[in-house]
């Protein structure tokens, strides 16, 4: 699980290093698909993964606004933040949590039960998904895009 939650954060620091040849426009720019803008994919991938590891250690989750974090800086500076408490939690993971229950109560009334390794296979998919729509939209204003191998790293030695 570990290893795959280091390989977001690194691809991740990749896209936040090639946006800086971008300029604010390019960032904030709304594209076809995906949540929106490059930058706010960013923010979104970071929000997102910050809110379910709150939620499962049962904190309170508020939701950051994104018109407060619309440069490149500020959103690398929000995912720093919220970054030591994501990856304690990660560092801290193993089998005997894979298994615990979460309840999430929807805006319908309906109680949804998910265990906790769901969610953070789900975290993990949902950066990974939102990466290739940042690939996509690298490629449509002709920059290549960041790698998305996982091999060639050095995730595992």
């Not at 975290?123 to 895009?145: C, D, F, V």
Request: glycine share 6%.
């Amino acid at each position: 699980m570990q290893y795959f939650f280091k390989y977001n954060w690194k691809v991740r620091e990749e896209w936040y290093h090639w946006c800086e040849n971008l300029s604010e426009e390019q960032l904030l720019k709304n594209r076809t698909g995906g949540v929106g803008s490059i930058l706010y994919t960013l923010f979104h991938i970071v929000d997102v993964e910050w809110s379910w590891i709150r939620l499962m250690q049962d904190k309170a989750d508020y939701q950051e606004d994104f018109i407060h974090y619309q440069s490149l800086n500020k959103v690398r500076e929000l995912d720093a933040q919220f970054h030591i408490e994501v990856e304690n939690f990660v560092n801290q993971w193993d089998t005997s949590m894979e298994n615990r229950l979460f309840y999430d109560t929807l805006s319908d009334g309906k109680i949804v039960t998910d265990t906790w390794g769901e969610i953070m296979r789900h975290i993990i998919a949902h950066e990974i998904h939102h990466i290739g729509q940042l690939s996509i939209w690298a490629r449509e204003i002709g920059i290549k895009p960041v790698s998305a191998n996982f091999i060639g790293r050095g995730l595992i030695s």
